[in-house]
């Protein structure tokens, strides 16, 4: 994420800043320009400091205080780069399902900042756009509703926003660490397998490198469930769920991948520089002053990671709280990781050279 600022007196803002707290102008942000922006009214449209020329509205969802993000005005479309990929909300007549909707949204707008700015493929090539189903389980007949992804839509129970609930679930399914953007990474992890692993060409070298999704992926689950993780999982995956299935292997590694990607670009915008006092061989210096989303080598990021994240860690426990990232990389780990930036990375590389022969034809 990057570090933004008011353009009208220079007030540090956060990514979801409706108001500048500072001189009060409105805040939008305009996901094509990847920028926060302060707006100034122009009839029925706003202007964007940050962008010269062009007017901008607000997304439909802004009125429900769900998304401070804009689209082009006169608008083609209500609804912003991220919201426009929802395909059921709860009932916000219930206060309970709006607040834990607000809640869904913010994560899930920082997730759309990463898929836009790393060029993901956002919708298959018959035009079907990945989409989402936020559901309250009390108004649903039957079981109850569980996170997941199923070909393109990915489903969230409203109440995963509680945080008691969620917690509740994180302790009952024995994992260390479980948040709504760390859901959202994970299912799009599957998304993204589908769209860049299957239907985009390395399926082979994946299988390799993840093992063999062809396996029966209910049983795997069952036998998951009921004997757990491989005593020796943490020499080989980032999580003990993901030993239940290759597809399951790469979505908790993607879902990583965007973790580390997007903490190291705050980073970046601070210029934090480790440097441990009481170590003497420098091996977890680290200075965190690049754009990892543009950085073509992994090794550069997993070296600066890994300090960093220590770094984190030592920070939260000073305040009695849980390490912020309670994972290690082991080299098996890495590799998986280095395997889906350079999937990413081509990704981004194929759609440049598709817009230059694009321009040179025209």
Excluded at 78 to 95: E, G, K, M, Q, W
């Amino acid at each position: 994420m990057q570090l933004f600022k008011c353009q009208h007196c220079g007030q540090i803002l956060y990514f979801e800043n409706e108001t500048c707290v500072r001189c009060g102008h409105r805040l939008g942000y305009i996901a094509d320009a990847s920028c926060l922006s302060a707006l100034e009214p122009q009839g029925d449209a706003w202007r964007a400091l940050a962008v010269l020329g062009g007017l901008y509205g607000y997304c439909a969802n802004a009125q429900f205080g769900a998304c401070n993000w804009l689209v082009e005005a006169p608008a083609s479309y209500p609804y912003c780069a991220a919201c426009r990929h929802n395909r059921t909300v709860p009932d916000l007549s219930v206060p309970f399902n709006l607040a834990a909707w607000r809640k869904i949204e913010a994560a899930k707008h920082r997730l759309f900042y990463s898929l836009i700015k790393l060029r993901l493929p956002l919708q298959d090539a018959g035009g079907e756009r990945l989409s989402f189903d936020f559901l309250a389980s009390a108004a649903t007949a039957g079981p109850r509703i569980l996170t997941g992804h199923d070909n393109g839509l990915i489903t969230l129970a409203v109440e995963e926003a509680d945080d008691v609930e969620r917690e509740r679930r994180r302790t009952a399914m024995h994992e260390p660490y479980r948040t709504l953007l760390g859901h959202f990474r994970h299912e799009v992890g599957h998304y993204f397998w589908d769209r860049l692993v299957r239907d985009g060409g390395p399926l082979g070298s994946f299988r390799q490198i993840f093992g063999d999704d062809r396996m029966d992926y209910g049983k795997a689950l069952e036998t998951y469930y009921a004997q757990g993780a491989p005593p020796d999982w943490p020499d080989r995956f980032i999580s003990a769920y993901a030993t239940s299935h290759p597809w399951e292997d790469f979505a908790e590694t993607w879902a990583h991948y965007l973790h580390i990607v997007d903490t190291l670009e705050m980073a970046d915008a601070y210029n934090m520089n480790i440097h441990p006092k009481v170590e003497q061989d420098g091996k977890l210096d680290a200075v965190a002053n690049f754009n990892p989303y543009g950085e073509p080598d992994f090794g550069r990021i997993a070296d600066t990671w890994i300090p960093l994240s220590n770094a984190l860690n030592c920070l939260n426990r000073t305040m009695g709280l849980p390490d912020i990232y309670p994972f290690v990389l082991s080299p098996p780990v890495v590799g998986k990781l280095r395997a889906i930036h350079d999937l990413v990375q081509a990704n981004g590389r194929a759609l440049s050279h598709s817009a230059a022969r694009h321009q040179v034809a025209s």
